[in-house]
């Protein structure tokens, strides 16, 4: 009787592209193992769906096309100002909530109001 010659697919890791900005086809073409026999990604997709889940990819947008469903564009978080500004740049149509992905941290200068630490010294007597 023949085996079955299906791999098992679960240990295998995924690597992740070091652009600013990727889609599924650019993280296929790293990952050629994961695909099936047929060509088919469905082991990335759950994998980049589970990764979205955590919070160490997030949706950026997607690329406007001609017919058919618009290709689905991911960073890697935390997101920052210059992805944002390169995806623009290259007309990628943007998530609603985009401004939102990049952490911002607003740092205020020290006042001139310092407060000064006072020391409070306990009341020691010496008993006989």
């Known amino acids: 009787m023949k085996q079955n010659t299906r791999k098992n ?28 026999v047929s060509g088919s990604d469905i082991t990335l997709r759950v994998r980049l769906t589970k990764a979205i889940e955590s919070g ?12 058919g469903r618009p290709k ?5 978080t935390p997101v920052t100002q ?7 740049q290259d ?9 939102k992905l990049v952490h911002v941290i607003n740092v205020a200068p020290r006042t001139s109001n310092t407060i000064t630490p006072s020391v409070n010294t306990p009341n020691l007597s010496v008993v006989k």
């Open 56 to 67: 160490s990819i997030a949706e950026l947008g997607a690329i406007p096309g001609g017919k």
């Open 72 to 76: 689905k564009i991911f960073a890697m």
């Open 9 to 36: 697919k679960t240990n295998q890791s995924v690597i992740w592209p070091t652009t600013p900005y990727f889609t599924i086809t650019d993280l296929a073409r790293l990952n050629p193992k994961m695909l099936t």
């Open 82 to 88: 210059n992805v944002l500004n390169k995806a623009k």
């Open 91 to 99: 007309s990628i149509n943007l998530v609603d909530n985009a401004d």
